[in-house]
């Protein structure tokens, strides 16, 4: 990877970090923050091998493991890049249900799916420019989100596009639950 490779990959990691901790936080300033019924005990990084990742189109050697957070919810993310198109993807498993991220004012729900017989939400993040595809499994939502305006990527339909790709190729490898 070149020197402008490289500080852009920087750039993208620190927009998802940045992402990532204001993106499905599942509450606003005035709402109580959801309780945890279950906590997670898997993490995106560990689940997912060389095979799903190949499959999904991900370059598994750019994994990057976040910092667990727990508050106001669990949550679980590992990044990575997408080199077709060129992108950050991260893959979390977070504490909180699919309803309470649907009813999160932040997001626009573009699409209502069925991945693997999990229900699946596709929603745009636009103050984040992100997309993020929520598929509900037990004990939380499995999340891929993808980030626009700053790779490959333009425009939020061709995130939300890629983020619901990478969710239905990584189906057959769910974890029975988060």
């Known amino acids: ?12 990691m620190a927009v ?21 019924e279950e906590s997670l005990t898997s993490h995106p990084c560990d689940v997912f091998g060389p095979e799903a990742l190949s499959t999904a189109g991900i370059d598994g050697s ?14 679980r ?20 249900s699919l309803s309470e991220v649907e009813g999160d004012s932040r997001f626009t729900v573009s699409d209502e ?15 984040g420019l992100q997309c993020l595809a929520s598929v ?7 999340e891929v989100m993808v980030g626009y305006q700053q790779s490959d990527i333009e425009t939020a339909d061709q ?3 890629l983020a619901l790709q990478v969710a ?6 769910f974890p029975e639950h988060l």
Request: aromatic share 8%; net charge negative.
């Open 113 to 127: 799916a069925d991945i693997a017989g999990h229900r699946a939400v596709v929603h745009d993040y636009p103050r």
């Open 1 to 12: 990877m070149g020197a402008t490779a490289v500080r852009s990959f920087g750039a993208m």
């Open 16 to 36: 998802v970090a940045i992402g990532t901790s204001l993106a499905a936080c599942g509450t606003s300033q005035d709402e109580k923050p959801p309780e945890i």
């Open 77 to 96: 993310t590992c990044a990575y890049i997408s080199r077709d198109p060129y992108s950050m993807v991260s893959v979390s498993f977070n504490g909180l």
């Open 159 to 161: 995130a939300c596009s």
């Open 168 to 173: 239905e190729d990584l189906a057959p490898y």
């Open 136 to 142: 509900e499994i037990e004990h939380g939502v499995l």
């Open 62 to 75: 750019s994994a990057e493991r976040y910092d667990d957070r727990e508050e106001p919810f669990q949550r």
